[in-house]
């Protein structure tokens, strides 16, 4: 292995057996293969990259990609089915939370627990003790078993010993969502501390907006398969044309010059003149399974969509660049002057922002039985990087009174990727100028 690189993964694969009983995976265990009832699965298949020394380096891909369990054959937790890993420098790893600690054992004990397991001596974990309780804050909770602590406390304490134990190369997998606002800035300024001093970064992680911000290199997964890696934004983008919808053959067929749609996405949704049916711009998306829908349904949302700024069908959109909201509303009944609308929610329910047809003074006046309108809201994406729920609705005033004809409340989760996060939700995309007297 050459000697600027730290990881080098060759080949990797792991094979899962997944029986049918409780009695064929005893007898599995213990070795007996005929006679019982399994099937394998393909946790990674031949997956192939490298690390270099001092980058810091995001892995992608949707839940099952086999993200975790690439982190987990690194640092030897699993052992590949198939292929090998080479390291170079001594590994501290984050992998889950309270992963390596003992729940009857003190904070301070499983300080020198985990230390020694990653082959400190207590001299060398004595020296980096104030360090560790410093970053950790957790008090004189440090002193009880940690069974008595809450889940943030737990992962302070933890990532607390992964990152000051100072390792060569420090990998964390997830294990930070868990920490509130303060601590994630606190974990994210000792990556900057890592790269600047040369040290090797490798996390997992679906905030795509850390990937964007912090790392060097990206990786993405998808159903164990290694589908590509290069920079962050072009590793998001391949993944937001997964999220869309598309294979990944059509994917690297795209990115070889070879690929041909098989007709436009952005097409009116319904049937073709073969009779065959096209493809509806709503079955790129993963629609909330708890959707909020209710209405008189006199007139019905029939189809919708977020565009990035290039066209593309996605979910997932770049902060600072253009992007639309469409939908398709169909008509089963006269409605004079519906109003269309949108609006972002946090996670937690808050209203953040959105407009209407009537805001915006574009009303279609009457909508007759029959009548099909596609509407499209385009505007810059300045949200700050994170998850929101996108809702829309068509509704009207009928003599004072508020008509609900289709709500969607929820319909989809939108991911903002950011480089830049200022305060609040909205940034204000200020320009900053200094002058010295």
Same mark, same amino acid.
């Given at each position: 292995?050459?000697?600027?690189?730290?990881?080098?993964? $060759? $080949?990797? @694969?792991?094979?899962? $057996? +997944?029986?049918e009983t409780n009695k064929d995976r005893a007898l599995g265990m213990l070795g007996v293969r005929? *006679?019982?009832?399994?099937?394998e699965h393909n946790a990674l298949k031949d997956v192939s990259f490298e690390v270099k020394k001092g980058d810091c380096v995001g892995i992608i891909g949707t839940n099952g990609a086999g993200k975790s369990t690439m982190l987990k054959i690194i640092t030897g937790v699993l052992s590949p089915t198939r292929g090998d890993v080479e390291i170079d420098g001594r590994i501290s790893a984050?992998?889950?939370l309270g992963a390596g600690f003992n729940s009857l054992y003190t904070g301070i004990e499983n300080i020198y627990l985990n230390g020694t397991m990653i082959g400190f001596t207590k001299e060398e974990i004595d020296e980096r003790l104030d360090d560790i309780l410093e970053f950790a804050d957790i008090g004189d909770f440090v002193y009880q078993p940690v069974k008595t602590y809450s889940s943030g406390m737990f992962v302070r304490l933890a990532f607390a010993v992964a990152i000051n134990i100072d390792p060569e190369i420090l990998i964390v997998?997830?294990?930070? #969502?868990? %920490?509130?606002?303060?601590?994630? $800035?606190? &974990?994210?300024?000792?990556?900057?501390?890592?790269?600047?001093? *040369?040290?090797?970064?490798?996390?997992?992680?679906?905030d795509l907006s850390s990937i964007e911000r912090y790392c060097s290199k990206a990786i993405l997964l998808d159903h164990g398969i290694n589908v590509g890696e290069g920079?962050?934004?072009?590793?998001?983008?391949?993944?937001?044309? +997964?999220?869309?919808?598309? #294979?990944?053959?059509?994917?690297?067929?795209q990115e070889e010059g070879t690929y041909v749609p %098989?007709?436009?996405?952005?097409?009116?949704?319904? @049937?073709?003149?073969?009779?065959?049916?096209?493809?509806?711009?709503?079955? @790129?998306?993963?629609?909330?399974?708890?959707?909020?829908?209710? *209405?008189?349904m006199d007139a019905k949302i029939t189809d919708f969509a977020i565009c990035d700024e290039q066209g593309n069908l996605s979910a997932t959109l770049i902060k600072g660049y253009k992007f639309h909201i469409k939908y398709k509303v169909e008509?089963?009944?006269?409605?004079?002057?519906p109003i269309f609308t949108y609006t972002f929610k946090t996670l937690k329910g808050q209203d953040i922002t959105g407009t209407n047809t009537m805001y915006e003074n574009a009303g279609v006046g009457l909508?007759?039985? %029959?009548?099909?309108?596609?509407?499209?809201?385009?505007?810059?994406?300045? +949200?700050?990087? *994170?998850?929101?729920? +996108? @809702?829309?609705? &068509?509704? #009207?005033?009928k003599d004072g009174s508020l008509i609900v004809h289709d709500r969607m409340y929820d319909v989809l989760l939108i991911s903002v990727v950011s480089n830049k996060n200022t305060v609040g939700f909205y940034d204000m995309n200020s320009t900053v100028s200094i002058e010295k007297q």
């Open positions: 292995m050459d000697n600027d690189i730290a990881i080098k993964v $060759n $080949n990797v @694969s792991k094979v899962y $057996n +997944l029986y005929r *006679g019982i009832k399994y099937r984050l992998l889950e997998d997830e294990a930070l #969502s868990v %920490g509130d606002a303060f601590f994630q $800035n606190k &974990c994210f300024k000792k990556f900057e501390d890592f790269k600047e001093r *040369g040290k090797t970064i490798l996390f997992v992680s679906h920079t962050p934004g072009e590793t998001i983008n391949r993944y937001k044309k +997964l999220m869309s919808g598309m #294979s990944v053959k059509d994917l690297k067929a %098989g007709g436009s996405e952005a097409d009116d949704s319904g @049937s073709s003149g073969d009779g065959k049916k096209e493809k509806k711009w709503k079955d @790129s998306f993963q629609i909330n399974p708890k959707l909020d829908e209710y *209405g008189i008509f089963f009944e006269d409605v004079q002057d909508a007759k039985k %029959g009548d099909v309108y596609v509407i499209d809201f385009e505007q810059e994406m300045f +949200l700050q990087g *994170g998850d929101y729920l +996108l @809702s829309i609705s &068509c509704t #009207s005033f």
